[in-house]
């Protein structure tokens, strides 16, 4: 495997038991992504993209085949090192935002920190929310929040930990166009100040366009890979 | 499974208990109301120990009491010289008080005082007692329930005997004795210079001689009662000592006091289900954020430790609430069983008492929110990625399987220790888990049958209330537990009190006596009988009595077997005055279980075959075979074991514990009882008026005053059980009022889209009204049902037949707590309806 590659995934299998049948999500998927990119999955619903990133972030774990994260085998790895991979390597970012409901913007953002065993993390959060451009909502609850800002708050949240790599799960899939731009955009303007790397869910074209890569899935099987080139692209066909 | 030393758990924990938590802690009022019950029990139960120490003089009312069951011989009495001091006599037997100014009388238990006993505490009358003045002149102290009966007062005249008594004052309190016991023997105190007077100590009654010592101080009693000892042997006098009657005192309170411990566990465990079912629902709310965490790497033990040390909080602060109430509230728990306390306990704070309710409160709330907070370690983090994730179905979950296991160990564990024994602590746990099982399932039966008949002719607003029953997070199960549970003990409660009371007035069938004379000398035989005869009272039979002493069992002397330590035989069986019959055969009432019935023999030949009943015969550790020696007036009669009987102690007619064949006691000193059927109540009144006014040694017992005493007894009885059947109840509501808080969001989702849809507020309303209509007849149905299943029980456990409980008082039962269901689940419920929509639809989006 390459050292450029932060995820390797190789031969990768999942499948589930319904009742008496096996529905079969994904099937053989081989893939690596390199470091400080950015990757779009595409594919239609049903299609296993939220099954494929819950197993490259070590939420689930494979039925068959191998995902190596930064050096570590996540398919081997036991739950407590999966939780402080999470914690410390991983960025989430969902489309339901998942904020805690009963903690405030600031509070939000610091959790992650928090959960590391980490002091003085109220500086770094609030830098972040800067960032996002909530620093004067910090002590809203998110009931109190529209749903752009939310994302906003989930978005400082994921960067608090700098992770190495960012998972977002149809990051704009719940809000109206013009807000979705602005996520969109501030996603993308972070990941690049942050070099991480960046592995996308979305049906969103504009947000499809902006990725280094998009691997596009269909009834469970790696149906295309494209990168696009920096400067010459090159193509290959799954 | 826990972490609590992570400060970012803690710091969680915090920030998210802010919002929502007050109202969590206002859905574990259960947990407040089971720690003030376990405070009060426990407090109860120090304090009045501490105060039958304190007061252990006044419990004897002397330093010491010797007892005879034959009148002070000489050598009694210079044995009372010998011990000096100051000292009383006192002479107790059962007899016929009359109330001149209304006719009426009753079965009273005499006691002709002398001296200045008691010389510890008081007996408490009204007015205030005078003892010189009492002594004086024919005076009487009344028990306080008689005159209440009669309508008699202070300054009116009883009769005892041939003599009359001006009432000096209503007896409210006798030191050491309880007012529950005067309800079944309601006593007079006279002066025991005018007993003579009365004539009513005749041969054969059973009269009680007692001295009461007051000795100087720092006499040592029990040493003195120690060097005596083969002197008392040797007169047959029984020694009381103040430590003796502390014991026997402080053995009696103590089952009192475990009646309560165990009742107000009940109430607790209630409390656990109720803090269960508030904490599965609070986890079910949870499980996003805990799977959010989880994507963000906690791990599953920081998840579950940030809810758990949040509802440990809340624990601490009801327990806290629970400590002050108990404590504010147990100087009203005497007032509520004082008719069971010897003593009126001093009331304190009990250290003990608040480290009780706070252990066993906080370790049953623990523990039951346990339940279902582990199961969020189990949460997948992928919940957090997916609102629709379906779990892949798991196995049992062992941790969960530990916890139910250790809770069933302690509540064993709890009630082996309460009530000191393994077995019985097995048997209440198995008890408490079967009636929660078959509470449970009996109202998951009933509301699953009713989902099946009555949606079809039921209209839109009752179906939809009926269907709130399966909503999610309505914790049906867990409310119609904790009603069900306190309708049960209420429905028991009314169940077996009616039941015993209508036993013993359906064994008096048409046919059967209903009235006893007993006492009747041989020559008074004739004249009642004409007297019976002129009321046209059935004379059904004259049953001699013979009035006798045990001397010896299986060769052995009494005397030497109740000075033997090891002898389990109890001293009661040994020294009592043994009032038995002799006849050819058996009677009604009775059954021969073993052996061979002997109707004649000859006093001559010795060994003499008697029928014991077989509970004595187990008291005395006899069978059949067995020698046992008899004294009639200090002549030995030797007879032998011939057979068992089973007696039939309900009916009203003499029984006895031994029974001598004819031909025997014939020639013995006898007087006899005479069994009748009165047809009315007014005639056996009429007919004790009259033969009390010619023989006044003559007592009645009829069915009328068996039943009002066992009624006024069960009264009390069931008073003070009904209060913890209604704080059981009230537990119960504190888990409804919890279900409501807890399932509020639902109701508020549910009802903005019913109202989308069209429905009116009037709609909304009545099936919330049916929702807990529902919810309370369930219950309640299924609380009564096993509350009669339990009575059933009892009645044939202790009648050998089931009897029918009266059906309006349990319908009666079953309305209240339905409609205090609907009651408060309609108020809780009230804001929901208020709240308009948009702003409704707003704080939900």
Redesign the interface.
């Given at each position: 495997m390459s050292t450029d590659n932060i995820l390797t995934v190789e031969h990768l299998s999942k499948e589930?038991?319904s009742g008496d049948d096996t529905v079969h999500v994904l099937n053989d998927i081989s893939f690596a992504i390199e470091r400080g990119t950015s990757c779009a999955l595409v594919g239609p619903s049903g299609s296993g993209k939220?099954t494929l990133?819950?197993i490259c972030a070590g939420?689930?774990r494979p039925s068959k085949g191998a995902v190596e994260l930064d050096g570590v085998a996540l398919h081997q790895a036991s739950?407590?090192k999966l939780?402080?991979?999470?914690?410390?390597s991983i960025g989430?970012i969902?489309q339901?935002f998942?904020l805690?409901?009963?903690?405030?913007a600031l509070?939000n953002v610091m959790?992650?920190a928090?959960?590391?065993?980490e002091r003085m993390v109220r500086a770094s959060a609030l830098e972040l929310l800067g960032r996002v451009g909530l620093r004067n909502r910090m002590y809203h609850?998110p009931?109190l929040l529209s749903g752009g800002e939310q994302q906003r708050v989930a978005i400082a949240?994921a960067f608090m930990?700098q992770p190495n790599i960012l998972f977002a799960?149809e990051p704009t899939g719940n809000l109206d166009a013009e807000t979705s731009e602005s996520i969109v955009k501030l996603i993308f303007n972070l990941n690049s100040m942050n070099r991480t790397t960046l592995i996308l869910v979305t049906h969103d074209r504009e947000l499809t366009e902006q990725a280094d890569r998009i691997i596009t899935l269909k009834a469970g099987r790696l149906a295309s890979d494209v990168t696009k080139p920096k400067s010459e692209g090159s193509t290959s066909d799954g | 499974m826990i972490t609590f030393w992570?400060?970012?758990v803690w710091?969680?924990a915090y920030?998210?208990?802010?919002?929502?938590l007050p109202r969590l802690l206002l859905s574990m009022s259960s947990v407040v109301l089971a720690v003030a019950l376990v405070v009060l029990a426990y407090s109860f139960r120090e304090n009045l120990l501490a105060s039958i120490q304190a007061q252990s003089k006044s419990l004897l009312g002397a330093d010491l009491a010797l007892d005879s069951r034959e009148p002070f011989s000489k050598d009694d009495e210079q044995l009372f010289h010998t011990l000096g001091g100051d000292q009383s006599k006192q002479v107790g037997f059962t007899s016929m008080a009359t109330f001149p100014a209304s006719g009426d009388s009753r079965l009273v238990q005499v006691r002709a005082i002398s001296g200045q006993f008691p010389y510890y505490g008081a007996l408490e009358t009204t007015p205030p007692l005078s003892l010189e003045v009492f002594h004086l002149s024919a005076n009487a102290l009344v028990d306080e329930n008689v005159l209440l009966q009669f309508n008699a007062k202070v300054g009116d005249v009883v009769k005892l005997g041939n003599q009359e008594f001006r009432i000096l004052g209503s007896l409210r309190k006798i030191p050491g004795e309880t007012l529950a016991f005067s309800l079944i023997s309601p006593r007079i105190y006279i002066p025991l210079a005018y007993l003579e007077r009365t004539q009513l100590i005749q041969p054969g009654s059973v009269v009680r001689y007692r001295v009461f010592f007051k000795f100087a101080t720092g006499t040592q009693v029990e040493r003195m009662v120690k060097a005596i000892a083969p002197q008392l042997q040797r007169l047959q006098l029984d020694a009381d000592t103040v430590s003796k009657r502390t014991a026997s005192i402080a053995a009696n309170m103590e089952n009192l006091s475990r009646f309560l411990r165990l009742a107000v566990f009940v109430a607790v465990l209630l409390a656990g289900v109720g803090v269960a079912s508030v904490t599965y629902v609070y986890a079910k709310d949870k499980a996003?954020?805990a799977a959010?965490?989880?994507?963000?790497?906690?791990?599953?033990r920081?998840t579950v430790s940030v809810y758990l040390l949040q509802l440990l909080f809340l624990t601490v602060v009801c327990a806290a609430a629970g400590v002050g109430i108990g404590v504010w509230a147990q100087s009203y728990l005497p007032a509520l069983l004082k008719d069971f306390l010897p003593v009126a306990p001093v009331i304190e704070i009990s250290p003990l008492g608040i480290v009780a309710g706070v252990v066993v409160g906080m370790t049953t709330a623990f523990l039951f929110a346990l339940l279902p907070l582990v199961s969020l370690r189990r949460i997948?983090?992928?919940m957090?990625?997916?609102?629709s994730y379906d779990e892949?179905p798991r196995a049992r979950d062992p941790l969960v399987l530990s916890i139910v296991l250790l809770i069933v160990m302690l509540v064993l564990a709890f009630a082996s220790a309460t009530l000191g024994s393994w077995r019985q602590g097995l048997v209440f746990t198995g008890a408490v888990l079967v009636v929660f099982f078959a509470l449970a399932i009996l109202a998951r039966v009933g509301t699953l049958l009713v989902r099946q008949v009555a949606p079809r002719f039921l209209s839109f607003p009752w179906r939809q209330g009926l269907a709130n029953l399966h909503r999610p997070s309505n914790q049906t199960t867990a409310v119609m537990l904790a009603i069900g549970l306190g309708t049960f003990l209420l429905v028991a409660l009314h169940g077996v009190q009616d039941m015993l009371l209508r036993q013993v007035d359906r064994r008096v069938g048409q046919d059967e006596p209903n009235l006893v004379l007993f006492d009747v000398q041989n020559e008074q035989r004739q004249a009642i009988g004409a007297l019976m005869e002129r009321l046209e009272i059935s004379r059904h039979a004259e049953v001699p009595v013979v009035t006798m002493r045990l001397a010896a069992i299986k060769g052995r002397r009494v005397e030497e077997i109740r000075a033997d330590e090891t002898s389990k035989i109890p001293s009661w069986a040994l020294r009592r005055e043994y009032r038995s019959t002799y006849r050819g055969r058996l009677t009604g009432t009775e059954k021969l279980i073993k052996g061979d019935w002997v109707a004649t023999a000859d006093e001559r030949t010795q060994p003499i075959a008697v029928s014991v009943e077989k509970g004595i015969a187990e008291t005395l550790g006899v069978d059949v075979g067995d020698p046992l020696q008899f004294e009639i007036q200090g002549v030995p009669i030797d007879t032998r074991v011939a057979n068992l009987r089973e007696v039939d102690w309900q009916r009203v007619q003499p029984n006895f514990f031994v029974v001598f064949p004819e031909g025997v006691l014939e020639k013995a000193p006898q007087f006899y009882a005479l069994v009748g059927r009165a047809p009315s109540s007014q005639a056996s009144a009429q007919l004790q008026r009259a033969v009390l006014e010619r023989f006044p040694n003559v007592s009645a017992i009829d069915l009328s005053l068996i039943l009002s005493t066992l009624n006024s007894v069960l009264d009390r009885v069931a008073g003070a059980m009904r209060f913890v059947a209604w704080f059981t109840l009230l537990t119960g509501f504190t888990v409804l009022a919890s279900a409501v808080l807890g399932s509020r969001g639902h109701r508020v989702r549910e009802s903005i889209l019913l109202r989308t849809l069209g429905a009116a507020r009037g709609q909304i309303f009545t099936a919330i009204v049916a929702e807990y209509v529902f919810t309370g007849a369930i219950a309640a149905c299924a609380g009564a049902i096993l509350g009669i299943l339990a009575g059933w029980g009892l009645s044939y456990y202790f009648f050998g037949t089931a009897i029918a409980i009266a059906p309006l008082p349990v319908l009666a039962i079953i309305t209240a707590v339905t409609a205090t269901t609907v009651l408060a689940g309609a108020l809780g419920c009230l804001g929901v309806i208020r709240r308009p929509a948009l702003e409704a639809l707003r704080?939900e989006a």
């Open positions: 589930f038991k939220t990133i819950a939420l689930e739950e407590e939780a402080r991979i999470r914690n410390q989430f969902f339901s998942q805690l409901p009963s903690l405030t509070e959790v992650p928090e959960i590391a065993g609850y009931m949240r930990n799960d | 992570k400060p970012w710091r969680m920030r998210d208990s802010r919002r929502g996003q954020a959010l965490l989880r994507c963000i790497g906690a791990r599953p920081e997948s983090p992928l957090a990625l997916r609102s892949e704080a």
